[in-house]
């Protein structure tokens, strides 16, 4: 009863808030602020208050013509501080954190408001956050969580297309790391606060700092932004398959669909965990030690089977690509042309590519349809190998048989020499 | 040779000297011979190859050609234009391909999409493809790489 | 014949060829338990020959920028028919010419031919070798593989040991700081036009110079040649040598083909030189040696010191005709003597030893 009151309150206050700013709270867009709070305030000592006027040049808000009092309420052309902080005017101060997110929407989630701005700006953030992990235990009075600050400041607030907003793709770990990296914090909510630590040593987070592929995923591609929420066990294999739709397809031909959801088991995650996403070696498929279908696959069982079948086609075709690699490459070091060669090498690689793809299938022949095309690629490069050293043992006779008539040449003049200087005695 | 007359053993070794010199000589000037004469293929195929001919290229499909070892992709769009591309996905270098259901470019290995630019607008590729100069005389189709 | 005939009656009543034939034909080559050794100066030119032939085929079609020489190689190595052949001999023969040519000069030297009347001719020949020594290091760099931008790296940084002008002799020969398409462009120019022009002249006259004096005999080995019949130059002479030239043609044929010449990798500035990078065996008496000396003598860097004593070592060699009183007489020096030998034992011993790899 008392929770669902205060709700209503802080609900009418933001409101209130909304419907009492001042007209001039928020200018025309795209025309800098301009307010008398900011210009006190950077004279202030305390660095509490001082701050916020010493951001407010970058701020996106300020830039679209919205005065400390869009937010914070009170009368931003007043002189005086009574006046322009006078509550009866709508001043608000420092929002209570339960009432942010409330704030925020009462702009960003009015769509015919937003629409000044920009044509195609999204307004569902308000929403989305209320069914997040977040939005949800603040609907509980939870005041830890995430609100719309905490991931994108409050002043200073750049556009998430900004390589320095808290939200740009390669600083979202960061962003997200202030309170999920903290175990303490997170042990409270049955979280074991590694899932940082275990992203930063996937393949994605490799990409996206070192490569400078912004495509690759981050907390929030997998998790939603402002819909924060573990994806559900069945849904993993939607959130992977985003992105890896051929290996999805294959999964959704394999037994395993159904039997993992049957076990409720996330489907992708089972093998290659969530966060800390490795680079997949083809090693890994057995029942072995540290093979992940011995996870639930016991040697001599039907899975064991397949995994040991798919397994020697990937090593048969690694080791005969790698030879016939070998041999291409030796063959050029010497001066031979290996065009043709290295084209087949290439095909090859894109078979082997493709073989990985079936992997997802459980299937072994499907495995070995693309083996196939592997194999028969680096043979017929290993063929052109073979023919180039070959050749170079042809021009090596060719150039012994010209050693004969060489020798045949000298063995003559040496007789006509002899015979000449016969002659003259 | 013992009961030969000096005469004829005179002619037979000038003979063999003549003989074995031509010889000698002659594996020496066949492969001069050879080497002056240009080979089929004037210059290694690095910077510039015919991919292909205007008449066999219908619009709305796609082939691929080869640049010395690496893949190429000639494009004729269904408004009539030529571009060529490098074929080698950006991703795992699988080569590419032009699908006309699509009209734009696709790589089978992992479904990525790249638009009629090369940019990659789909899937895992990280890059766009390398975009190649393409030369038209008559009927044949050039393709120019690099700067 | 007639024709024949014809063709050098009209030249003769224009330029009277007897004098020129004369000339060239005159000399006769005194034969003694060494005159074998006389065969070395013509096989040296004999590779010379086969290295300008060779060079000018690959010049058809070889590029000299940083872009396209390896390409350029790869393509004579791989699609111009027998491209491969040509490339292979060429390598070898400057081999080949080399080690010739040190024999050459070894022998010269122990047979104590450089007093006079022929110092002139040591001193020209001294140059030519100094000339193939050059061609060698510079047409080295032109494949524009790893090894040999490696190589050339090295090489020229020990010219910036030299005091004073070391470091402006290193950017005249890099054609900058650093070894880049730069160097390669410079170097192909000095291959192709400076050093052959040079040498074509000083090989004129060094020529000129044998046919003019004949043949030098050593003292202890007159009475013996006085005894044998010495050879007439044409043709008896000269047939002899075809059959060394044959012989030459031979070992040339059988490296191609045994051991052919490798394209290795394109040359990249920006990776870390492979292990065991080393130059050509025919600096490596000198390499070995500044690499074993210690990093200071005595306050001087010790490749300065080194260079020094290499430099001094040469200056005794070259200036041997002057330093050696004897030989001007015909009663060379023991001395020198021994310093030849000691002189071939160092080199043969030095680059054996480095190609076996004792000095790893």
Same mark, same amino acid.
């Given at each position: 009863?008392?929770?669902?009151?205060?709700?209503?309150?802080?609900?009418?206050?933001?409101?209130?808030?909304?419907?009492?700013?001042?007209?001039?709270?928020?200018?025309?867009?795209?025309?800098?602020?301009?307010?008398?709070?900011?210009?006190?305030?950077?004279? %202030?000592?305390?660095?509490?208050?001082?701050?916020?006027?010493?951001?407010?040049?970058?701020?996106?808000?300020?830039?679209?013509?919205?005065?400390?009092?869009?937010?914070?309420?009170?009368?931003?052309?007043?002189?005086?501080?009574?006046?322009?902080?006078?509550?009866?005017?709508?001043?608000?101060?420092?929002?209570?954190?339960?009432?942010?997110?409330?704030?925020?929407?009462?702009?960003?989630?009015?769509?015919?408001?937003?629409?000044?701005?920009?044509?195609?700006?999204?307004?569902?953030?308000?929403?989305? !956050?209320?069914?997040?992990?977040?939005?949800?235990?603040?609907?509980?009075?939870?005041?830890?969580?995430?609100?719309?600050?905490?991931?994108?400041?409050?002043?200073?607030?750049?556009?998430?297309?900004?390589?320095?907003?808290?939200?740009?793709?390669?600083?979202?770990?960061?962003?997200?790391?202030?309170?999920?990296?903290?175990?303490? %914090?997170?042990?409270? !909510?049955?979280?074991?606060?590694?899932?940082?630590?275990? !992203?930063?040593?996937?393949?994605? !987070?490799?990409?996206?700092?070192?490569?400078?592929?912004?495509?690759?995923?981050?907390?929030?591609?997998?998790?939603?932004?402002?819909?924060?929420?573990?994806?559900?066990?069945?849904?993993?294999?939607?959130?992977?398959?985003?992105?890896?739709?051929?290996?999805?397809?294959?999964?959704?031909?394999?037994?395993?669909?159904?039997?993992?959801?049957?076990?409720?088991?996330?489907?992708?995650?089972?093998?290659?965990?969530?966060?800390?996403?490795?680079?997949? /070696?083809?090693?890994?498929?057995?029942?072995?030690?540290?093979?992940?279908?011995?996870?639930?696959?016991?040697?001599?069982?039907?899975?064991?089977?397949?995994?040991?079948?798919?397994?020697?086609?990937?090593?048969?075709?690694?080791?005969?690509?790698?030879?016939?690699?070998?041999?291409?490459?030796?063959?050029?070091?010497?001066?031979?042309?290996? /065009?043709?060669?290295?084209?087949?090498?290439?095909?090859?690689?894109?078979?082997?590519?493709?073989?990985?793809?079936?992997?997802?299938?459980?299937?072994?022949?499907?495995?070995?349809?693309?083996?196939?095309?592997?194999?028969?690629?680096?043979?017929?490069?290993?063929?052109?190998?073979?023919?180039?050293?070959?050749?170079?043992?042809?021009?090596?006779?060719?150039?012994?048989?010209?050693?004969?008539?060489?020798?045949?040449?000298?063995?003559?003049?040496?007789?006509?020499?002899?015979?000449?200087?016969?002659?003259?005695? | 040779?013992?009961?030969?007359?000096?005469?004829? @053993?005179? @002619?037979?070794?000038?003979?063999?000297?003549?003989?074995?010199?031509?010889?000698?000589?002659?594996?020496?000037? #066949?492969?001069?011979?050879?080497?002056?004469?240009?080979?089929?293929?004037?210059?290694?195929?690095?910077?510039?190859?015919?991919?292909?001919?205007?008449?066999?290229?219908?619009?709305?499909?796609?082939?691929?050609? @080869?640049?010395?070892?690496?893949?190429?992709?000639?494009?004729?769009?269904?408004?009539?234009?030529?571009?060529?591309?490098?074929?080698?996905?950006?991703?795992?270098?699988?080569?590419?391909?032009? @699908?006309?259901?699509?009209?734009?470019?696709?790589?089978?290995?992992?479904?990525?999409? #790249?638009?009629?630019?090369?940019?990659?607008?789909?899937?895992?590729?990280?890059?766009?493809?390398?975009? #190649?100069?393409?030369?038209?005389?008559?009927?044949?189709? #050039?393709?120019?790489?690099?700067? | 014949?007639?024709?024949?005939?014809?063709?050098?009656?009209?030249?003769?009543?224009?330029?009277?060829?007897?004098?020129?034939?004369?000339?060239?034909?005159?000399?006769?080559?005194?034969?003694? &338990?060494?005159?074998?050794? +006389?065969?070395?100066?013509?096989?040296?030119?004999?590779?010379?020959?086969?290295?300008?032939?060779?060079?000018?085929?690959?010049?058809?079609?070889?590029?000299?920028?940083?872009?396209?020489?390896?390409?350029?190689?790869?393509?004579?190595?791989?699609?111009?028919?027998?491209?491969?052949?040509?490339?292979?001999?060429?390598?070898?023969?400057?081999?080949?010419?080399?080690?010739?040519?040190?024999?050459?000069?070894?022998?010269? +030297?122990?047979?104590?031919?450089?007093?006079?009347?022929?110092?002139?001719?040591?001193?020209?020949?001294?140059?030519?070798?100094?000339?193939?020594?050059?061609?060698?290091?510079?047409?080295?760099?032109?494949?524009?593989?790893?090894?040999?931008?490696?190589?050339?790296?090295?090489?020229?940084?020990?010219?910036?040991?030299?005091?004073?002008?070391?470091?402006?002799?290193?950017?005249?020969?890099?054609?900058?700081?650093?070894?880049?398409?730069?160097?390669?462009? &410079?170097?192909?120019?000095?291959?192709?036009?400076?050093?052959?022009?040079?040498?074509?002249?000083?090989?004129?006259?060094?020529?000129?110079?044998?046919?003019?004096?004949?043949?030098?005999?050593?003292?202890?080995?007159?009475?013996?040649?006085?005894?044998?019949?010495?050879?007439?130059?044409?043709?008896?002479?000269?047939?002899?040598?075809?059959?060394?030239?044959?012989?030459?043609?031979?070992?040339?044929?059988?490296?191609?083909?045994?051991?052919?010449?490798?394209?290795?990798?394109?040359?990249?500035?920006?990776?870390?030189?492979?292990?065991?990078?080393?130059?050509?065996? +025919?600096?490596?008496?000198?390499?070995?040696?500044?690499?074993?000396?210690?990093?200071?003598?005595?306050?001087?860097?010790?490749?300065?010191?080194?260079?020094?004593?290499?430099?001094?070592?040469?200056?005794?060699?070259?200036?041997?005709?002057?330093?050696?009183?004897?030989?001007?007489?015909?009663?060379?020096?023991?001395?020198?003597?021994?310093?030849?030998?000691?002189?071939?034992? +160092?080199?043969?011993?030095?680059?054996?030893?480095?190609?076996?790899?004792?000095?790893?």
């Amino acid at each position: 009863m008392r929770r669902s009151l205060v709700l209503a309150c802080l609900l009418v206050s933001a409101a209130a808030t909304a419907a009492s700013r001042a007209p001039q709270a928020v200018g025309a867009p795209g025309k800098r602020a301009v307010d008398t709070c900011t210009a006190c305030h950077h004279t %202030l000592a305390e660095p509490r208050l001082k701050a916020p006027a010493a951001f407010a040049d970058a701020d996106i808000h300020r830039l679209q013509g919205v005065t400390c009092a869009g937010c914070h309420g009170g009368d931003p052309t007043a002189t005086d501080a009574k006046a322009a902080m006078d509550p009866k005017r709508g001043f608000v101060g420092k929002l209570a954190r339960s009432a942010i997110p409330e704030m925020c929407g009462s702009c960003h989630s009015d769509a015919a408001f937003m629409l000044r701005y920009s044509p195609n700006i999204p307004t569902d953030q308000l929403a989305q !956050y209320r069914t997040s992990r977040h939005g949800l235990a603040l609907a509980k009075g939870d005041e830890n969580v995430a609100v719309c600050s905490s991931c994108h400041g409050a002043h200073g607030i750049l556009p998430p297309s900004d390589a320095r907003s808290p939200v740009y793709p390669t600083r979202i770990v960061e962003t997200c790391g202030a309170c999920h990296g903290n175990t303490a %914090l997170m042990t409270r !909510y049955g979280l074991k606060g590694t899932e940082l630590a275990d !992203y930063e040593r996937s393949v994605h !987070y490799a990409a996206l700092t070192r490569k400078n592929d912004l495509s690759a995923p981050t907390c929030n591609d997998c998790h939603g932004s402002h819909g924060a929420t573990p994806p559900g066990v069945s849904s993993v294999s939607n959130v992977c398959g985003t992105c890896h739709v051929t290996q999805r397809e294959r999964f959704d031909l394999s037994p395993h669909k159904d039997a993992f959801a049957a076990l409720e088991q996330p489907a992708c995650e089972s093998c290659h965990s969530n966060h800390a996403i490795t680079s997949p /070696d083809d090693r890994l498929v057995g029942v072995g030690a540290g093979q992940v279908c011995g996870e639930c696959h016991s040697a001599g069982d039907t899975g064991a089977t397949v995994a040991a079948a798919i397994s020697g086609e990937l090593t048969q075709i690694h080791e005969r690509l790698a030879a016939a690699e070998a041999r291409v490459r030796k063959a050029e070091r010497a001066g031979m042309l290996m /065009d043709d060669a290295q084209v087949k090498i290439e095909e090859a690689n894109q078979g082997v590519v493709l073989a990985r793809v079936e992997i997802h299938s459980v299937d072994p022949l499907r495995v070995q349809s693309e083996a196939k095309k592997v194999l028969d690629g680096a043979g017929v490069a290993d063929t052109l190998a073979a023919a180039a050293e070959a050749e170079i043992r042809f021009r090596r006779t060719g150039l012994f048989i010209s050693l004969g008539v060489i020798a045949l040449a000298m063995v003559a003049l040496i007789l006509k020499i002899r015979a000449m200087e016969k002659e003259k005695l | 040779m013992k009961n030969a007359t000096p005469i004829s @053993r005179k @002619r037979f070794l000038n003979w063999l000297l003549g003989t074995s010199f031509g010889a000698t000589a002659a594996a020496a000037l #066949y492969p001069v011979l050879r080497f002056v004469i240009p080979p089929e293929v004037a210059e290694a195929p690095v910077n510039r190859v015919l991919a292909g001919r205007l008449s066999e290229l219908a619009p709305n499909t796609g082939k691929v050609f @080869r640049f010395g070892a690496k893949p190429g992709l000639v494009v004729r769009t269904a408004t009539g234009e030529v571009r060529a591309f490098s074929a080698s996905c950006t991703h795992l270098n699988c080569t590419v391909q032009y @699908r006309p259901d699509f009209q734009h470019i696709w790589c089978a290995c992992h479904n990525g999409h #790249y638009d009629l630019q090369g940019k990659n607008i789909q899937g895992p590729p990280p890059r766009p493809l390398e975009t #190649y100069k393409v030369d038209i005389a008559g009927d044949d189709v #050039y393709v120019t790489k690099g700067a | 014949m007639a024709i024949g005939e014809k063709l050098w009656q009209a030249l003769d009543e224009r330029y009277q060829l007897a004098p020129l034939v004369e000339f060239a034909t005159h000399k006769e080559v005194p034969q003694h &338990r060494h005159s074998w050794a +006389y065969y070395f100066g013509g096989l040296t030119l004999f590779f010379f020959g086969v290295q300008i032939a060779t060079g000018i085929l690959l010049l058809l079609y070889y590029r000299p920028t940083s872009e396209a020489a390896f390409e350029s190689v790869q393509f004579i190595v791989t699609r111009v028919p027998f491209g491969w052949l040509v490339r292979s001999i060429h390598s070898w023969s400057a081999n080949l010419m080399i080690l010739a040519a040190f024999l050459h000069m070894f022998s010269v +030297y122990l047979l104590g031919a450089y007093g006079k009347p022929r110092e002139l001719t040591w001193w020209s020949g001294i140059a030519l070798l100094g000339l193939a020594m050059g061609f060698g290091f510079s047409g080295y760099l032109l494949p524009w593989n790893e090894l040999s931008f490696f190589a050339t790296r090295i090489g020229t940084d020990m010219v910036s040991k030299l005091p004073l002008a070391g470091h402006w002799l290193l950017k005249l020969l890099r054609g900058g700081e650093e070894v880049t398409g730069a160097t390669l462009t &410079r170097f192909f120019g000095i291959h192709v036009a400076v050093l052959p022009m040079i040498t074509t002249a000083l090989l004129g006259l060094h020529l000129a110079l044998i046919q003019r004096q004949g043949m030098h005999v050593p003292e202890r080995l007159a009475d013996e040649a006085k005894q044998r019949r010495p050879l007439r130059f044409v043709p008896n002479f000269v047939l002899r040598e075809a059959v060394v030239w044959l012989l030459g043609l031979g070992v040339l044929a059988a490296l191609a083909a045994f051991f052919p010449w490798e394209l290795g990798s394109k040359a990249d500035p920006f990776a870390s030189a492979p292990a065991g990078i080393k130059p050509e065996w +025919y600096f490596l008496f000198m390499f070995e040696v500044l690499k074993l000396l210690p990093a200071h003598i005595l306050g001087i860097e010790g490749e300065l010191v080194g260079l020094a004593g290499f430099a001094l070592a040469g200056l005794v060699w070259v200036l041997v005709p002057v330093l050696d009183r004897g030989s001007a007489h015909g009663r060379r020096s023991r001395l020198f003597l021994v310093i030849g030998w000691l002189a071939l034992a +160092y080199l043969v011993s030095f680059t054996a030893l480095s190609l076996m790899g004792v000095f790893q």
